[in-house]
């Protein structure tokens, strides 16, 4: 084709702006708790990946508070462009809609599921200088013996930690004060700084202070025990199954996203959490890689919050 055609050609194809606006303006990654969590540590380690696999530029932004509610309800509101998605988390559309009586998003309406990224194992920490307790049961005893006297952190009300700590009270009988925070590295900075003394959350963000001897691991939420923490048993090993459950991260869109390009994240993310180091890089914080449909992370939103609900009922946790 002649070089003048060939230009016209290109300048009348509807395919080309498209293409150039998708390169040329980043695709911006809402993680809806501060920095240092098991979240933002999901969230980042598919910045560089999605990057090479997009051919554009990928940000992290961490937009935190309300647990994950004020993030999730900025994802909510952004424009349907495919630039855009949050990280989902259990807490925020599982636990938030079964807790609080109020929600600035609506977990259903308001997105589209684009896929889970990790599993992501339960934990529940002490700090060994505030608690000399040898292990679970030595716990459950201590806490027995001194009914309201101890505070346990979490990432904030309505956290999947939180839901972590009241399962574990009402299901050994014991009485802790619990202290909420705005994420789960505020947490753990006071868990460590000797402010709180026990800790639910996520695996990720407390398995380098467990594995440097500052915190004790008690028990694991997950369906065997952890290669990163073989010492460690599970809630179910210890007779507390209902505690047993795992979280989950995930990546959601504004609802108006079109399909396509909902797919054309979900297929990256897919292909990044096939690199061996991405998986290798999620294993080594205690995350483990899951890569779904669309279809099917949607549905499985919608169950967790039936779900949710029903433990929300049992462990009678409401947040106003």
């Known amino acids: 084709?002649?070089?003048?055609?060939?230009?016209?050609?290109?300048?009348?194809?509807?395919?080309?702006p498209t293409v150039a606006f998708s390169q040329d303006k980043p695709l911006r990654i809402v993680v809806p708790f501060p920095?240092?969590?098991?979240?933002?540590?999901?969230?980042?380690?598919?910045?560089?990946?999605?990057?090479?696999?997009?051919?554009?530029?990928?940000?992290?932004?961490?937009?935190?508070?309300?647990?994950?509610?004020i993030g999730m309800a900025e994802v909510a509101r952004a424009a349907g462009d495919?630039?855009?998605?949050?990280?989902?988390?259990?807490?925020?559309?599982?636990v938030n809609p079964s807790v609080y009586s109020r929600l600035p998003y609506d977990?259903?309406?308001?997105?589209?599921?684009?896929?889970?990224?990790?599993?992501?194992?339960?934990?529940?920490v002490v700090n060994p200088q505030m608690l000399p307790v040898a292990d679970f049961a030595d716990l459950v005893k201590y806490l027995k013996s001194r009914p309201g006297q101890v505070s346990y952190a979490t990432p904030g009300n309505?956290?999947?930690?939180?839901?972590?700590?009241?399962?574990?009270?009402?299901?050994?009988?014991?009485?802790?004060?619990?202290?909420?925070?705005?994420?789960?590295?505020?947490?753990?900075?006071?868990?460590?700084?000797?402010?709180?003394?026990?800790?639910?959350?996520?695996?990720?963000?407390?398995?380098?202070?467990?594995?440097?001897?500052?915190?004790?691991?008690?028990?694991?939420?997950?369906p065997g025990r952890l290669d990163v923490l073989p010492e460690v048993p599970t809630y179910a090993e210890l007779g507390y199954a209902v505690a047993n459950e795992p979280s989950w991260f995930g990546l959601v869109a504004p609802a108006a996203t079109p399909p396509d390009k909902v797919l054309r994240?979900?297929?990256?993310?897919?292909?990044?959490?096939?690199?061996?180091?991405?998986?290798?890089?999620?294993?080594?914080?205690?995350?483990?890689?899951?890569?779904?449909?669309?279809?099917?992370?949607?549905?499985?939103?919608g169950q967790e919050i039936a779900k949710m609900k029903k433990v929300a009922a049992y462990a009678k946790i409401r947040v106003e």
């Open 1 to 16: 084709m002649h070089r003048r055609h060939l230009l016209a050609a290109l300048a009348a194809s509807p395919l080309i």
């Open 35 to 69: 920095p240092g969590g098991a979240t933002d540590i999901a969230g980042r380690a598919l910045q560089e990946p999605l990057q090479r696999i997009l051919g554009q530029s990928v940000v992290v932004e961490n937009r935190a508070g309300a647990g994950g509610s």
């Open 82 to 94: 495919g630039l855009t998605v949050g990280v989902a988390t259990l807490s925020t559309h599982g």
């Open 107 to 124: 977990p259903v309406k308001d997105f589209a599921g684009v896929t889970e990224i990790v599993k992501a194992p339960g934990i529940i």
């Open 158 to 222: 309505g956290t999947i930690g939180h839901m972590w700590g009241e399962l574990f009270k009402s299901s050994t009988g014991t009485s802790m004060v619990h202290i909420p925070y705005r994420g789960a590295g505020p947490a753990l900075n006071d868990v460590l700084g000797g402010q709180v003394a026990v800790y639910f959350d996520q695996v990720a963000a407390s398995l380098p202070h467990v594995k440097s001897g500052k915190l004790k691991a008690l028990a694991v939420s997950w």
């Open 265 to 301: 994240i979900q297929q990256a993310v897919a292909t990044a959490l096939q690199e061996p180091a991405v998986r290798e890089r999620l294993a080594g914080q205690g995350l483990y890689a899951s890569g779904t449909s669309p279809a099917a992370f949607t549905q499985q939103i």
